[in-house]
């Protein structure tokens, strides 16, 4: 049975560029919407920039891509040559870049604030449930338990070794390998929309995996997302208005492992189970760095663990969906 690859995310912008009722003038001309699509860690991304004058915006935008793909080089495990995959194939990674530095901090402070519910070192894991899934003849009820329990023994976050000083990350145990995706798409949302504010850019809708709105739209009201329904990812099933704000969403739905949909790419890494499919959470906080992961550990935290995690985390709040809409929403 062939693996079900679809975006890990879904995220929908309403109406982000069509029908506004008014645009900037900027030097006595209409600032249009300018736009780049592509991808960022493999999942669909796209810049949204307003100006009269198009040449501007494009250098804009192509300083943003020289970011991007300078982080995709550190984050990618889809590369052999970036740094988290020498981590991975090595051990041990010697003079880390200050971003994989600022990253590894913040998802460690995740794990250690969720108890591990949200945890880096699931690699293993996911690495075990794919080359299964993508196997010949793979058994429809997953991997053998003895295989997915040695993959388990390998997932601990208090076993990475970071020496922040001297720029040097290691691990405990063999076999041991770091994911920072759930993570890294915000981040580098981040640091592509700092790039373009630093061109004079300051009402933009940034999505390097997930959508950060910086100021409001150009007729001044908030940029309206849509949440995704899980059932069908092109419908949304509700709406948030934000304004210099980041949504990050997590579901099963993302990546589908098997046909069926019931093994999806999220793990609970205390027990190597998989996120239900039909299930979704949004995030909003105030930057991606903070949004992305947290989407992740909230999606799998216990529901009485929700409001304490969010909060500590630097979350504003956490949307739940299924196929019927808005089932529970967590405030800080």
Not at 193 to 211: I, T
Not at 239 to 252: F, H, M
Not at 279 to 286: F, Q
Not at 321 to 332: D, F, I, L, W, Y
Request: charged content about 20%.
């Amino acid at each position: 049975m062939p693996t079900v690859i679809s975006r890990r995310r879904f995220i929908a912008f309403v109406a982000a560029a069509a029908g506004l009722p008014l645009l900037l003038k900027a030097g006595g001309a209409q600032a249009k919407p300018v736009r780049w699509e592509g991808t960022a860690l493999g999942a669909p991304a796209s810049i949204q920039l307003y100006h009269a004058d198009e040449a501007l915006a494009r250098t804009a935008i192509t300083a943003g891509l020289d970011e991007l793909r300078r982080l995709e080089a550190i984050f990618s495990v889809y590369r052999a040559d970036s740094a988290i995959s020498t981590l991975n194939r090595e051990g041990v990674l010697e003079n880390a870049p200050e971003d994989f530095i600022t990253m590894l901090t913040r998802a460690l402070t995740l794990a250690r604030i969720s108890d591990g519910v949200y945890d880096p070192t699931v690699q293993p894991v996911w690495q075990l449930y794919f080359r299964h899934f993508t196997s010949s003849s793979p058994d429809p009820a997953g991997p053998a338990a003895r295989d997915l329990a040695a993959a388990l023994e390998l997932v601990d976050w208090r076993a990475v070794r970071m020496d922040a000083g001297n720029r040097r990350v290691s691990f405990a145990r063999d076999g041991m390998g770091l994911t920072l995706n759930s993570g890294a798409q915000g981040y580098i949302t981040d640091r592509v929309a700092n790039v373009l504010r630093s061109h004079g850019f300051d009402r933009m809708l940034v999505d390097m995996g997930e959508p950060r709105a910086i100021s409001a739209k150009p007729d001044g009201s908030a940029w309206r997302v849509g949440i995704a329904d899980p059932a069908n990812p092109g419908r949304a099933v509700a709406t948030l208005e934000v304004v210099d704000q980041c949504v990050s969403t997590s579901g099963g739905y993302g990546t589908l492992f098997d046909s069926a949909g019931a093994f999806t790419h999220l793990i609970d890494t205390r027990t190597g189970r998989t996120a239900p499919a039909l299930t979704g959470v949004s995030v909003v906080a105030d930057s991606g760095i903070v949004a992305d992961g947290l989407s992740t550990a909230m999606l799998m935290a216990p529901v009485e663990c929700r409001h304490a995690i969010l909060k500590a985390a630097g979350g504003q709040k956490a949307i739940y969906v299924t196929p019927a809409g808005v089932v529970s929403t967590v405030e800080a």
